[in-house]
Antibody
């Protein structure tokens, strides 16, 4: 069965960077894009960007341009999302999901809580 | 950026009733690249509808989606206890954006 398993919770100081991983199983990793979406506590879903694991091509939401980097390691079927220059407003649960570009997100990871606090 | 506006913000209904949720886009959503997700507290979103009207795998037929262009609707024909949750629409035809969500609560 399709599964996306994300790395554990992180606590970071303002100005630092965080890198969240998303390990895929149950399907061919390079055949589907990966989306990244975040959700602050009590708030709605916010799309951050997508990555094509086959080509490495990416597309980022304008809000995160220059601060987010999405990469992958195809040998271990894992996608990564790195967010830099963290501020308190970046405190949220970060989700990876299968699908991106012109595709809906049909499978989701369990989410990774990133807390930014001094 | 395409802005999606969902209404109402909260829908208070009883089990067995019909729920109608609206999602309006600030400009036309190309090729009906519109999806609906359900989210329960502490859980990841679950895909319900894609392509505006196609049910995702395993989704009961009481969930249906309709619409095109700028106006889309999610209908739950008869609410079951497990349907009380927050629902989000998403467009993925021009970059991607989500609506702000509609909470369906028990009356």
């Amino acid at each position: 069965q399709v599964q996306l398993v994300q790395s554990g919770a992180e606590v970071k100081k303002p100005g630092a960077s965080v890198k969240v991983s998303c390990k895929a199983s149950g399907y061919t990793f390079t055949s589907y894009d990966i989306n990244w979406v975040r959700q602050a506590t009590g708030q709605g879903l916010e799309w951050m960007g997508w990555m094509n694991p086959n080509s490495g091509n990416t597309g980022y939401a304008q809000k995160f341009q220059g601060r987010v980097t999405m990469t992958r390691n195809t040998s271990i079927s894992t996608a990564y999302m790195e967010l830099s220059s963290l501020r308190s407003e970046d405190t949220a649960v970060y989700y990876c999901a299968r699908g991106g570009g012109y595709y809906e997100s049909d499978y989701w990871g369990q989410g990774t809580l990133v807390t930014v606090s001094s | 950026e395409i802005v999606l506006t969902q209404s109402p913000g909260t829908l208070s209904l009883s089990p067995g009733e019909r729920a109608t949720l609206s999602c309006r886009a600030s400009q036309s959503v190309s090729s009906s690249y519109l999806a609906w997700y359900q989210q329960k507290p502490g859980q990841a979103p679950r895909l319900l509808i894609y392509g505006a009207s196609s049910r995702a795998t395993g989704i009961p037929d009481r969930f249906s989606g309709s619409g095109s262009g700028t106006d889309f609707t999610l209908t739950i024909s008869r609410l079951e206890p497990e349907d009380f949750a927050v629902y989000y629409c998403q467009q993925y035809g021009s970059s991607q954006t989500f609506g702000q969500g509609t909470k369906v609560e028990i009356k």
